[in-house]
């Protein structure tokens, strides 16, 4: 990160985490180990069941910046549960 420059927060959904997995190229499993989290749990922000918060968010928007991920959601993506908020 550059100095003086402060990562954009971003409220993760399933449809952003999934569309940033796809843009590194890695597998559910891959980015569970780059989160320090288990590949069910994201699997479950995919899905919508829960969304990612606390640390695990800010781990993604750091991911973000770092892999140059510009993503902006439209308004027929919607998680399919409605996305719990969790820190997970």
């Known amino acids: 990160m550059s100095p003086g420059r402060e990562?954009?927060?971003r409220r993760w959904q399933?449809?952003?985490v999934k569309a940033l997995r796809d843009h590194l190229g890695y597998s559910q499993q891959r980015l569970a180990q780059e989160l320090g989290t288990r590949q069910q749990?994201?699997?479950e922000w995919e899905t919508g069941?829960?969304?990612?918060?606390g640390i695990s968010s800010t781990?993604?928007?750091v991911l973000a910046e770092r892999a140059?991920?510009?993503?902006e959601a439209r308004?027929?993506?919607r998680d399919e549960a409605g996305g719990k908020q969790a820190g997970r």
């Open 7 to 9: 990562t954009p927060r």
């Open 14 to 16: 399933g449809v952003g």
């Open 41 to 43: 749990t994201i699997s």
């Open 49 to 53: 069941l829960y969304a990612p918060g």
């Open 59 to 61: 781990l993604l928007n």
């Open 68 to 71: 140059d991920f510009h993503y």
């Open 75 to 77: 308004a027929g993506d």
